[in-house]
């Protein structure tokens, strides 16, 4: 995610780079689809053990997520399709809040032993059918990778970003307010810090870094709904 916040950064920079005072007004830039599978493949998918895949196809105001889990002999690739109401990323904050507006959908699965593929299959019909609820913002929440409020889904990025002082560095540069989801690409509106972004002493870890144009794709699901 420091990838993401990064070229954020990066591109602002080449705004204000004549600038002669702070400039308060909102600048708003946008982000292809390969690279923000790119930084989730980076940030998320190699940091959390479950998970070993996630990407999703971006569409006009909402998303369709893609996970492959492996947890406990169960080998499961869902799809879900999500709108994202609010987005702010500042060196206090990272949050980004999903409303769900599909079901989870079940692309494949393998189980270990037939009563764990009834026990799967019966868990999801009795959340779906029963309860009228979807089991997704459960299953996320049980292995503490979003917290549930209202029927929303809040990712708290601060748990792994608190861990990388980098991260908190080039998040004082730059403050996200909001995000929309556009066909093949996140359009984000942010304010810069603009002292500290011109500054030639507050370079970016290139460890971290990631250069859009080495972004190679990453193979996609069928991107028709």
Avoid: C
């Avoid at 790119?38 to 105001?61: N, P």
């Avoid at 996200?176 to 810090?193: S, T």
């Amino acid at each position: 995610m420091q990838t993401l916040i990064s070229s954020v950064v990066k591109r602002l920079r080449k705004v204000y780079q004549k600038a002669e005072e702070f400039i308060e007004e909102e600048r708003e830039f946008s982000l292809s689809q390969v690279f923000v599978n790119a930084t989730m493949e980076r940030y998320v998918t190699e940091k959390v053990e479950i998970i070993k895949d996630l990407h999703a196809d971006l569409y006009d105001g909402w998303l369709r997520l893609y996970s492959t889990i492996d947890v406990k002999g169960l080998h499961t690739t869902l799809s879900v399709d999500l709108k994202l109401l609010q987005m702010e990323m500042n060196k206090d904050v990272q949050l980004m809040v999903f409303e769900q507006i599909s079901n989870t959908q079940v692309i494949e699965a393998s189980f270990k032993n037939i009563f764990q593929k009834w026990g799967f299959h019966l868990a999801i019909w009795y959340y779906q059918k029963f309860r009228e609820e979807d089991p997704l913002g459960k299953i996320l929440e049980h292995f503490e990778v979003v917290t549930v409020k209202d029927d929303l889904l809040y990712l708290d990025l601060n748990r792994w970003f608190s861990k990388k002082p980098s991260i908190i560095e080039t998040l004082s540069k730059v403050h996200v307010n909001r995000a929309r989801v556009r066909p093949a690409e996140l359009i984000v509106w942010g304010n810069v810090n603009l002292t500290a972004i011109l500054s030639p002493s507050n370079e970016f870890d290139e460890e971290d870094d990631l250069d859009i144009s080495e972004v190679t794709p990453i193979q996609q699901k069928d991107s028709k709904r």
